[in-house]
């Protein structure tokens, strides 16, 4: 079952901006706009930062913004603060093996 | 407020099964999807699977097929998720979470639970 691909770490100082990439396929990412970010701090239940590849809940701060190109989607994180550190997945509907799957997780360091 | 209470930790001793319980308030409980997910410690998360809790259709992760069973008990609007011959590597925290759309699946998991550790261990 593989993962869609994320770097495993990103590094900013407060006030900058940041950007995570997930690289799919054609299978999942590339023709479907069921893509979903999360944001997990250690040792709580991820919460939903975005879905739908740009779409934010209610409540989710407007520093965190979606976009997709091709098989890579993207999530940046702008104006960066220290509660923004934490560890992020992006998620996506898969005509694959499975019908969902993960990121494998990238850490947001707040330097 | 939506909320997702599920039942508190288990260790159980490999080939033996759990079952995990998600008790759902503050919505309607047969309007949404409820998805399974887990996550080993330290590592990433896994999808496993997704459930109708209005008619109980399920449809699981191949990783799981065979293994895995989803329940919903519509009177008392809790989902329950059972999985079999239980390997150490099953060891993880299991996360019951609500897809955000209404009567259909989007895959966008908008409330969690709090989680649940299952230890394997002999």
């Known amino acids: 079952q593989s993962a869609l691909t994320q770097p495993a770490s990103v590094s900013g100082s407060p006030g900058q901006s940041i950007t995570i990439s997930c690289t799919g396929s054609?299978?999942?990412?590339?023709?479907?706009?069921?893509v979903s970010w999360y944001q997990q701090h250690p040792g709580k239940a991820p919460k939903l930062v975005i879905y739908?590849?740009?779409n934010r809940p209610s409540g989710v701060s407007n520093r965190f913004s979606g976009s997709k190109s091709g098989n890579t989607a993207s999530l940046t994180i702008s104006g960066l603060q220290a509660e923004d550190e934490a560890d992020y997945y992006c998620?996506?509907?898969?005509?694959?093996?499975?019908?969902?799957?993960f990121g494998t997780g990238t850490k947001v360091t707040v330097l | 407020q939506v909320q997702l209470v599920q039942s508190g930790a288990e260790v159980k001793k490999p080939g033996a099964s759990v079952k995990v319980a998600c008790k759902a308030s503050?919505?309607?409980?047969?309007?949404?999807?409820l998805h399974w997910v887990r996550q080993a410690p330290g590592q990433g998360l896994v999808w496993m699977g997704i459930?109708?809790?209005?008619?109980?259709?399920?449809s699981y992760a191949e990783k799981f097929q065979g293994r895995v069973t989803m329940t919903s008990d519509t009177s008392t609007g809790t989902v329950y998720m059972e999985l079999r011959s239980l390997r150490s590597d099953d060891t993880a925290v299991y996360y019951c979470?609500?897809?955000?759309?209404?009567?259909?699946?989007?895959?966008?998991?908008?409330?969690w639970g709090q989680g649940t550790l299952v230890t394997v261990s002999s």
């Open positions: 054609s299978s999942d990412v590339g023709n479907y706009n069921y």
């Open positions: 979470a609500r897809d955000r759309t209404l009567r259909l699946v989007g895959y966008a998991l908008d409330s």
């Open positions: 503050g919505y309607s409980f047969t309007n949404y999807y």
């Open positions: 459930i109708n809790p209005s008619g109980g259709s399920t």
């Open positions: 739908d590849v740009s």
């Open positions: 998620s996506s509907y898969t005509t694959t093996y499975t019908l969902a799957v």
